[in-house]
């Protein structure tokens, strides 16, 4: 089945603890992005990685970092040093041309 | 500065009342214009995309339409199943950014 996957689907941390999400997918696409969404906000770009072993940081990049050593694989950590970590988490996919994105289906993180 | 706009923030119709949504957007330069729909829990569904004024595009009941201002997604005689945020992004830049709305929340009541 092709697509874009993000697990876990929920995840509880406490405070002080990292976490790594993972966002994988079959497609074969280049970029790959994170994204935070929040009530009442815009979605908000923390990182995007265009090739392999390559990533920019995003808007909100503080408290967060990736890694990109395979095409398929972008996995996020949030760090003990991420201030609001209670969030959406958004993994995405584009093609070579730069064109739509293409969506995971979410992690929801909560830090209890 | 780049900015997108949607309204109306939320949005309440009848089953079968045709309406829009606006996307405003102040860019310097369009690269495209995304539209996407996003149920409560789960990822934006991408539905369209436009690129240059007076382009349209269709799907079912949803239909896009492009000035060099603003976007309007027309649903003609919603269904309950419609229901949703919808959301609107420009990219207007090199670097592939997306600049998004805050999106327009959708009910349709049977």
């Known amino acids: 089945d092709g697509g874009i996957t993000q697990s876990p689907k929920y995840l509880f941390r406490k405070e002080g603890q990292n976490v790594t999400l993972s966002c994988e997918q079959n497609l074969n696409h280049d970029a790959m992005y994170w994204y935070r969404q929040d009530p009442g906000q815009g979605l908000r770009l923390i990182y995007y990685s265009q090739i392999v072993n390559d990533f920019q940081k995003g808007d909100i990049a503080e408290g967060y970092s990736v890694s990109r050593e395979k095409k398929e694989s972008f996995p996020l950590t949030v760090t003990s040093a991420q201030k609001n970590p209670t969030a959406f988490y958004l993994c995405a996919i584009q093609d070579r041309f730069g064109r739509e994105l293409f969506f995971g289906e979410g992690s929801r993180l909560t830090v209890l | 500065e780049d900015q997108v706009t949607q309204s109306p923030e939320a949005l309440r119709l009848q089953e079968g009342e045709s309406s829009s949504l606006n996307c405003s957007y102040t860019?310097?330069?369009?690269?495209?214009l995304f539209w996407y729909r996003q149920d409560p829990g789960k990822g934006p569904e991408f539905l369209f995309t436009?690129?240059?004024?007076?382009e349209e595009k269709e799907k079912e009941r949803l239909k896009a339409t492009l000035t060099k201002k603003e976007s309007f997604l027309h649903i003609t005689a919603p269904k309950p199943e419609d229901s949703a945020t919808y959301l609107c992004a420009v990219n207007a830049g090199n670097n592939r950014k997306l600049i998004w709305g805050l999106g327009t929340s959708l009910a349709v009541n049977p």
């Open positions: 436009l690129y240059s004024a007076g």
């Open positions: 860019v310097s330069g369009l690269r495209g």
